[in-house]
């Protein structure tokens, strides 16, 4: 997977998650791959206006932006576990999880309802980024 320049791979997600921050800061991609940028989507900025505009919930999955190309969700997942190290127990147990579209489609509503239920008994509001009425809390 070719890259442009030296942050050309993003990683957008819920920092207020302790789970997604967590999953986020523990993966390592391979260095042929490029250098890995977490941002926290609660920043808001030029990058969450690309992932509303292409009508993405940043509440329902984190996106990963590769150059010009955005991957969310289980396909999010499913591109980092190609692109990991598979250095540390961590990488070796997502790669192997995450490895298959197939298995990683089937995961993530079950990682996402997990983490909803967790920001919902933290107190955490959504993002929002969308904009839709009455979704403020999880």
């Not at 396909?75 to 692109?83: D, G, K, S, V, Y």
């Amino acid at each position: 997977m070719p890259v442009t320049g030296p942050a050309d791979i993003l990683l957008v997600y819920d920092r207020q998650c302790p789970a997604c921050d967590l999953y986020c800061r523990l993966t390592r991609i391979r260095e042929d791959c490029g250098r890995l940028e977490l941002v926290d989507a609660r920043d808001g900025g030029e990058v969450l206006r690309r992932i509303t505009d292409a009508g993405l919930d940043i509440d329902e999955g984190m996106v990963l932006i590769v150059g010009d190309a955005m991957y969310y969700g289980d396909e999010a997942i499913h591109r980092l576990a190609l692109m990991s190290t598979r250095a540390g127990l961590f990488n070796r147990i997502a790669f192997a999880a995450f490895r298959s579209e197939r298995r990683s489609r089937r995961l993530y509503p079950l990682l996402k309802a997990a983490r909803n239920l967790l920001l919902r008994l933290l107190g955490r509001r959504r993002i929002n980024n969308l904009g839709t009425p009455g979704n403020e809390r999880f």
